[in-house]
């Protein structure tokens, strides 16, 4: 049965009362806990850690160790326009370490990471190719990493290089 409100006063007093629950309904639904934010951080740092060994490895021309921040399944599409399917032909970095770019160092920024899902992130930053032979070669990389017994490793890579600038 419903009840008629009988004067305004009562009226705007469950109006009150109504947004009030509406507006902790929303906030609730869509607040961020303190657990979900350190629980970021964690994953953060995790992808950033692995972004790092990852460039560590390319930068000591260690082909097979760089292969391994990637899944099995994964696609690379290279800088240059080359794409490699899966673990064992993202290996060919020894081509690019070794003769394409022999002795390069890959340098990072941090980058953002994004969440897709539990299992999902997007990772992005600027990056640097410093090589012994000349100019550093600067560019972005796009990343989509996916959690893999307890590792965050590369499904997707996507490195650009930025063209030079003009004089």
């Not at 560590?56 to 399944?73: M, N």
């Not at 590792?151 to 004089?167: C, Q």
Request: aromatic letters at 6%.
């Amino acid at each position: 049965m419903l009840k008629t409100i009988g004067n305004a006063s009562e009226c705007k007093r469950t109006s009150l009362i109504l947004i009030v629950l509406v507006s902790a309904w929303a906030c609730s639904t869509n607040a961020i806990t303190k657990n979900e934010t350190l629980n970021m951080q964690r994953i953060e740092e995790e992808i950033v850690k692995e972004t790092t060994a990852f460039a560590d490895a390319w930068g000591k021309g260690d082909a097979k160790s760089a292969a391994s921040f990637f899944t099995e399944d994964a696609v690379r599409v290279g800088a240059f326009g080359d794409v490699q399917h899966g673990r064992a032909e993202i290996a060919a970095y020894d081509k690019l370490l070794h003769q394409t770019m022999p002795g390069a160092k890959l340098k990072q920024e941090r980058g953002i990471v994004g969440m897709i899902s539990a299992k999902l992130a997007v990772w992005q930053a600027g990056i640097e190719i410093a090589s012994p032979a000349g100019p550093s070669l600067k560019g972005h990389v796009v990343q989509v990493m996916k959690k893999v017994e307890g590792r965050w490793l590369i499904l997707e890579a996507h490195p650009k290089l930025f063209p030079p600038l003009p004089p």
